[in-house]
Structures are given as structure tokens and as C-alpha cells.
């Protein structure tokens, strides 16, 4: 395992107690480097073994001191200074920050008023209104945290696509590599890239499941294993639970359908494939027509209800049977009556699928949100894929809080393989803190370097801005000003709590705006952003002709996809844009693109599947 994960932990860890400690900006520089180092292509292991400190110096962002604690860690497996700081305040700093409104200031007034050390004690002093006591404090705050625990305590326990994403691709190419690994894939959460994870499911074809066992518990990207039989395995990765199952090659299809879940949909699934006198399980699918109460007497009970008590009680018997029992070990504890009937599909999922009269279902679709029936009248949406990507609507530069030039933008643009990209700064206005954001004045500078850096770039650029919209729906730059640029991207970066419906259709009704940034403004596992009625929202514009965001960030994933599929049948557009502000955020795009297609969405309903002109007709036509 790379380790520069390890150590960009560390080193936030580092920042919040210099912020506590109120020391000047280093925790800024201290933020800035973990960053880097969580981004940088090679590992600060290697690094460090071929040039020591001053290969890790090289980081961006790395300065001396920081490169000499990443060393240190390295090499001692601890940094002096983070020791001393934990013992001066063995705070659990990750859990108390995780609380909205909490930051490392509160949590250091916190410990040094009231001993606050952990999410419970956070908890029990909001409870008992200490928190209001103390000198900088007051009731609102204190609602406000005690409001804020659970949703931290929740989202605490589920990782991010983003991250849990590369760690199962790692298990799969290690897992590739087997010889006693016939076939491997994801299955679960992950393979229906819903937006956080539980766990991370693995799945795998293999005649000799001990062996394929064996060979992951080997894994070197494993920090522990948790278990391991002859079957399955889960093992520890940063912080990551990866559950592998291990399944013959003839019953991979079934084994891939069930644990791809959603357990909402197998459950829909397998109801209509009770209708047919059908059984589907991990091991196949089964023609259980033949089988009545005079069969076979080792019979399980739900096959025997199936047949002579009719379709409706078989569906009841199957809700108990898949609320109390866990998949079962199939290798090694084979349960020969859940292989009763003939056995018409399962070693192919397609042949699962069509086993039961439907077509194929896409796993971000699985989530029981009526795919079951329109896939069994064969109109399941085409689906939009990465490649139909053509552009990036929504990109940061140096000029505001980006790492890249305006020129370096366009090239990293080209270079991913965009026809197209949009340069849209921050513009100043709520929300926009630190002077991040660009003032009329400024934008207009910069609109005359976009547009010198368009007339010999590999791309095409559209000039543009990411306004904010304020509390009352306003857009915060000047109409002139906006007016004069191609694609304006308006999004709510303040007072994002509430409800946010009004907010967001006066800003899609102003007659500049072309796009709407991450709608509700949610941070996944920090905050949840606007409530918002998304049928009005999207009808507006649909109406009047503003795209809606999917942001690509890991982080943000904002339209989320239930509200991408009511946006989609309102007649809306929607724009999958990464908000760049690296020259690697391009990469995020697929994250974007697995959203939209949970929110059902085909080419035609996504404005950057457009070629250059079809996109600059739909910013013109406003
Ligand atoms: P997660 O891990 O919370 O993000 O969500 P999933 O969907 O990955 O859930 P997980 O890991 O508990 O199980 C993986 C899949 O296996 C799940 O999507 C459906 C299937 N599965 C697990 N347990 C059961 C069960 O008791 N009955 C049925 N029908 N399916 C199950
Ligand atoms: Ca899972
Ligand atoms: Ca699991
Ligand atoms: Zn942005």
C-alpha cells in the first residue's frame, strides 16, 4: 500500500492542532501538503528510500519541515511533535471536527473547558446545556451541535466512492493476477457506485475457493486480515472493510446478480421471478414448476409454500427469509435444497436476467426505483457512458482558488481527450471568504486572458464564472459583466441549510445564469445541504433552459441521483462537470457520469455529451 494516505492524515491531523493552538497560518501549509501528498503519483516510500528528505521535498506544496516529519514518520513510525500534541490534548480530533460547525478551536475550548474528548462526551455536555456556559458559547451553538452529532456519528461509519473506488480496483488487479482466480468484480454498494460505501464486496470465480483465500490473505496492501475461511475472506484496508466471496465459475452470474444488491431490487426481482415459478438465489435460477408438496422431502420451505400455497405467499415467506438470513457460505456449507428445481441460468448474469424475461439491468439502476418492470418491457434507458463526455463546464485556475494557469487548464483539458472546458473562477460574494473570489473588475481581466489563450489552445474554451447565489436568490456579479461571458455557472456557497427551493429558482429564472453548481451545496458524510423540491427546481429549468450540475467531486456528487432522475422525466438538462481545481480533478468525471446514470439518464439529456457548438447554442440560446 502506498502510504501517502497514512501521512496526509497525519499531517491534517497536525493542522487541526496547530489551529487550535492558533498558530499563525501553518496549518495552513500543513493542509496544503497533505493534499498534495494524498495526490502525488508516487509513493512517499519510494521517495524517501531513493532521495530521503529532499525527494519528499519536491512534493508540491512540501516545504522542509514538512518533508523532515514525513521522513521521521517513515521511518520511526510516529512524528515527535503529533505525539506531543495528542498528549497535551488527547482529543479524538477526526470525530469532534466531523461535526458540523465544529472546528479545531471549538474542540480546544471544548477539551480545556469541559474535558471533551470524544463524540459522546460532545454529546452528554450539549445534553446537559453545558456547552452554552462556556465563555464564546451560546444556546444556538449548542443546538446547532447537538443537532449535528448524528449525522456525524452516521456518515462517520460509511467511506466515500472516491476513495473506497480505488482501493477495491487495487484488490481486483492483485486479485487478476491469480492463477487460482478465474474471474473477479466488484459487487454491492460499489458496483451500483452509490455515493458512500459501506464495504467494499469482492467477488470472485474459482474452482479451489482455499486457494483464492489464501492468495488474498497475502495481499500486501491488507493493513489486517478480519477473517478468513474457505470461502470468504475480509480483510482491513485504510480503514476499509473488503469482504471476498469466493463462488464456483458456473454459479458467478447468480453469485454477481445477489451480491450487487440492491437487496430492494433482488427482492422486486425475485418476486417476479416467483410469478413465473421461477427461484432465483446466489447459485441460479431454478424452474421450480416441477416441484410440489409430494417432491423431493428435503425441500426448503419456501419452495414447498411456492408451489402449493401460490406466487403471493411465496413473495411473503421471501421478505422474512431475506431479513433474516445472511448470504450463506455456499462452498462451504452447500445447501442442496436451495439448488432444488432445474437449474436454467446462472453462470452468466445476462443469462439471470433473461432467465426471468427482462434485460439486463446496469447495476447503477438496481435500487428498485421501477427498473424491474421497465426492463421487463424492454425500455430500460441507453444509459450515457464516460466516453460520451465531450467537455468540462465548470473548471478552477490560479486566478481563484485553483492550482492551474488558465492556459495549464486548457491543456490538461485537451490532454484527458475534452473537445471543450469552461474557465468559471469564483467571483466574489457570500460564501467566497479569504479573497478567493474575483471582483467585476478582476473577471473582466481575466475574460481577456481566457480569451487570448482560446485563440491558440487545443480546445475550445468557453469563458465563464462560477457566481454564488445569495440567501434571496441573487447572483453575485453584475449583469453587464455576465453578460459578456459564455457560460455562467451560478451556485449556492452560503446559508446552505433549510430550505433552498426559492433560493435555487430565482437564480435559474436571472437571464444569465446558464448552469446551476451543486444545487444543494451537500458535503457527503459532513453536510446535508438544502432541502429542496426538486420537481420545482427542475421544472423551472427545464423551462428555462439553465442546466442542472451533477458535480463529479467525490465529496459532493450534488445532484444526487434520485433528484437527477426526477430532474431527467421533468424535461431538464443536466451538465456532469468535475470543478476542476487540479489538473487530475478531470478524472472525477466518471464519478459524475455512474451519478447521472443512477439518475437514468441517456446522452441526449446531458448538455457536455454535446459536441462544442451543440453546447455553445444551448449557453446562447438562454
Ligand atoms: P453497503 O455495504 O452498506 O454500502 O451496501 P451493500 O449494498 O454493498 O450491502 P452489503 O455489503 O451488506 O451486501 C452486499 C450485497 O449482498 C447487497 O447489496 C445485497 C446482497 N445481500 C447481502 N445480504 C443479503 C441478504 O440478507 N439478502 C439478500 N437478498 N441480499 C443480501
Ligand atoms: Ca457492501
Ligand atoms: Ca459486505
Ligand atoms: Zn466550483
Request: glycine share 10%; net charge negative.
Amino acid at each position: 500500500m502506498s502510504r501517502n494516505d497514512e501521512v496526509a492524515t497525519l499531517l491534517e491531523e497536525m493542522a487541526d492542532h496547530l489551529e487550535a493552538r492558533d498558530v499563525d497560518y501553518k496549518h495552513k501549509s500543513y493542509r496544503r501538503a497533505a493534499d498534495s501528498i494524498r495526490a502525488h503519483a508516487v509513493a512517499v516510500e519510494t521517495l524517501h528510500a531513493e532521495g530521503g528528505e529532499d525527494a519528499l521535498a519536491e512534493i508540491d506544496d512540501v516545504g522542509d519541515a514538512i518533508a523532515a516529519k514525513t521522513a521521521e514518520y517513515l521511518e520511526e513510525g510516529v512524528i515527535g511533535e503529533l505525539e506531543e500534541f495528542r498528549a497535551e490534548m488527547p482529543v479524538e480530533m477526526d470525530a469532534l471536527t466531523a461535526v458540523e460547525g465544529v472546528g479545531p478551536k471549538t474542540v480546544a475550548s471544548l477539551y480545556e473547558a469541559l474535558g471533551v474528548e470524544t463524540l459522546d462526551d460532545l454529546e452528554a455536555a450539549a445534553e446537559a446545556g453545558e456547552i452554552r456556559e462556556v465563555s464564546g458559547f451560546g444556546a444556538k451553538t449548542e443546538e446547532n451541535i447537538a443537532e449535528n452529532i448524528p449525522f456525524a456519528r452516521e456518515s462517520r461509519k460509511r467511506s466515500l466512492l472516491g476513495e473506497a473506488r480505488p482501493v477495491a480496483e487495487r484488490a481486483l488487479s492483485f486479485l487478476d493476477a491469480r492463477p487460482a482466480v478465474e474471474r473477479v468484480d466488484v459487487a454491492g454498494s460499489l458496483r451500483r457506485w452509490r455515493p458512500t460505501i459501506g464495504d467494499v464486496d469482492v467477488l470472485a470465480a474459482g474452482d479451489d475457493g482455499r486457494a483464492v483465500v489464501d492468495a488474498f490473505a497475502e495481499w500486501d496492501a491488507a493493513d489486517d486480515v478480519i477473517e478468513a475461511g474457505t470461502s470468504k475472506a475480509s480483510v482491513r484496508v485504510d480503514g476499509l472493510r473488503v469482504d471476498l466471496q469466493v463462488v464456483v465459475p458456473a454459479e458467478f452470474g447468480a453469485a454477481i446478480q445477489y451480491f450487487t444488491g440492491s437487496k430492494a431490487h433482488n427482492l422486486e426481482f425475485r418476486n417476479r421471478a416467483i410469478d413465473r415459478e421461477l427461484k432465483v438465489n446466489e447459485y441460479g435460477v431454478f424452474d421450480v414448476s416441477e416441484l410440489d408438496s409430494d417432491g423431493p422431502s428435503d425441500e426448503s420451505d419456501d419452495v414447498s409454500d411456492l408451489s402449493s400455497d401460490g406466487p403471493s405467499d411465496g413473495q411473503s415467506d421471501d421478505v422474512s427469509e431475506l431479513d433474516s438470513d445472511g448470504p450463506s457460505d455456499g462452498a462451504d456449507d452447500p445447501d442442496e435444497s436451495q439448488r432444488a428445481g432445474e437449474r436454467v441460468a446462472g453462470e452468466t448474469e445476462a443469462g439471470v436476467y433473461e432467465a426471468v424475461g427482462t434485460e439486463w439491468v446496469p447495476p447503477e439502476l438496481r435500487e428498485n426505483r421501477g427498473e424491474v418492470a421497465a426492463a421487463a418491457d424492454g425500455e430500460l434507458p441507453d444509459l450515457l457512458e464516460v466516453d460520451d463526455i465531450r467537455g468540462d463546464l465548470h473548471c478552477h485556475t490560479a486566478w481563484s482558488d485553483g492550482e492551474p494557469t488558465i492556459a495549464g487548464l486548457v491543456e490538461a483539458a485537451a490532454d484527458f481527450g475534452h473537445d471543450y472546458v469552461a474557465v468559471t473562477d469564483h467571483a466574489t460574494g457570500p460564501g467566497m471568504v479569504g479573497g478567493v473570489g474575483l471582483d467585476d473588475e478582476t473577471l473582466r481581466e481575466q475574460l481577456a486572458e481566457v480569451r487570448a489563450v482560446a485563440a491558440d489552445a487545443d480546445a475550445e474554451v468557453f469563458a465563464g464564472v462560477e457566481a454564488n447565489i445569495g440567501a434571496d436568490g441573487s447572483v453575485s456579479v453584475a449583469d453587464d459583466v455576465l453578460s459578456e461571458l459564455d457560460c455562467v455557472v451560478a451556485s449556492p456557497h452560503s446559508s446552505l441549510d433549510g430550505d433552498g427551493t426559492d433560493r435555487l429558482v430565482a437564480a435559474i429564472e436571472h437571464p444569465e445564469v446558464d448552469v446551476v453548481g451543486h444545487p444543494t451545496g451537500r458535503l457527503l458524510n459532513q453536510r446535508p445541504g438544502h432541502d429542496i423540491d426538486i420537481e420545482t427546481v427542475a421544472e423551472a429549468a427545464a423551462a428555462e433552459g439553465v442546466a442542472l450540475e451533477i458535480n463529479a467531486n467525490p465529496n459532493r456528487l450534488d445532484l444526487r441521483s434520485s433528484y437527477v432522475k426526477v430532474a431527467v422525466e421533468a424535461g431538464a438538462t443536466i451538465a456532469v462537470d468535475t470543478d476542476a481545481h487540479r489538473p487530475g480533478s478531470f478524472e472525477y468525471v466518471r464519478y459524475g457520469v455512474h451519478t447521472a446514470r443512477r439518475g437514468w439518464c441517456e446522452p441526449d439529456d446531458v448538455l457536455n455529451c454535446r459536441d462544442a457548438d451543440g453546447v455553445r447554442a444551448f449557453l446562447e440560446g438562454r
